[in-house]
């Protein structure tokens, strides 16, 4: 992650033009389609216990060696013009990048009404946890969603997350039927949500939704994650090959491992 923008005290727009960030990246190639502008929120409504940036998960409220900064709109959008030349979009993360949906939308209808910047499109890299409101918010200034399923046993899910699944199968049908599921992301754990007939029934779920849908299959990584006991469990390369092998007997998904 690049430096924190800065400080900024004086909020001069109103609330929504307003909201707690704890990074940028200038540039990116992960968080999706081609080169992106990457906006990390600060605050997440899940606690996973295989969670890379757990500095993220309380709101507005600094922790040891990390303090959030309340930023404008309008200084996200400096930044962002100095990249624009060499990026296809703006991606809100976090966090949980829909725990502030009112600075979400300010933030990405101001790239749409910008001159210099409305061509690049504007995602957001989402838990899927919120209300489809939220979304129905969002959509006249988004591109697309991509959407974690951590698990679609609604049991395991809370034992990942400690959240229930409900509203983000709720946010996958929906975004779908809006035209806005970019892809959904699944975490594969060895041993937690890796079997092989949870995997079955997660592709005959994601199937009847869509069965061309673009997935992306994500080996878990111990490294930089947070600590817990017992410790997690990375999956090999061709463990996450052959979940995805079991994914593409169900449906011809797009199907990306990393």
């Known amino acids: 992650m690049n430096a924190p923008l800065g ?3 004086s909020v001069h727009a109103g609330r929504s033009r307003s909201g707690f960030v704890a990074d940028t990246i200038s540039f990116s190639s992960v968080d999706g389609p081609g ?24 709101g507005h409220q600094p922790l040891e060696g990390h303090d959030p900064h309340h930023v404008d709109v309008d200084d996200l959008l400096v ?16 966090g949980e990048a829909t ?9 990405f ?15 957001v890299d989402s838990n899927g946890a919120v209300d489809r409101s939220v979304w129905d918010d ?14 679609l046993d609604p049991e395991i899910h809370v034992h990942m ?5 409900d509203q983000v199968l709720a946010s996958i049908e929906h975004l779908q039927r809006l035209g806005l599921l970019y ?3 699944l975490l594969l754990m060895a041993g937690v949500n890796d079997g092989p007939d949870l995997l079955q029934r997660t592709a005959q779920w994601l199937a009847d939704i869509d069965p061309m849908m673009r997935l992306k299959l994500i080996g878990f990584r111990a490294h930089g994650a947070r600590p817990h006991e017992p410790a997690l469990v990375e999956p090999t390369r061709d463990a996450v090959l052959h979940a995805a092998d079991l994914l593409q007997n169900v449906a011809p998904f797009n199907i990306c491992t990393i």
């Open 183 to 185: 892809e959904v992301r």
């Open 35 to 58: 080169n992106r502008f990457v906006v990390f929120l600060q605050g997440c409504n899940f606690d996973c216990i295989a969670c890379h940036n757990p500095q993220t998960i309380p």
């Open 99 to 107: 725990q502030q949906p009112e600075f979400l939308r300010s933030l």
């Open 109 to 123: 209808a101001a790239v749409k009404h910008d001159v210099d910047l409305a061509a690049l499109t504007c995602f």
């Open 161 to 165: 997350t400690r959240h229930p699944n």
């Open 7 to 9: 400080d900024v005290t």
């Open 138 to 151: 969002l959509a006249p200034v988004m591109d697309g969603a991509m959407i974690d399923l951590k698990c």
């Open 79 to 94: 930044a962002i013009r100095r990249a624009a030349p060499f990026i296809r979009g703006i991606t809100a993360s976090g």
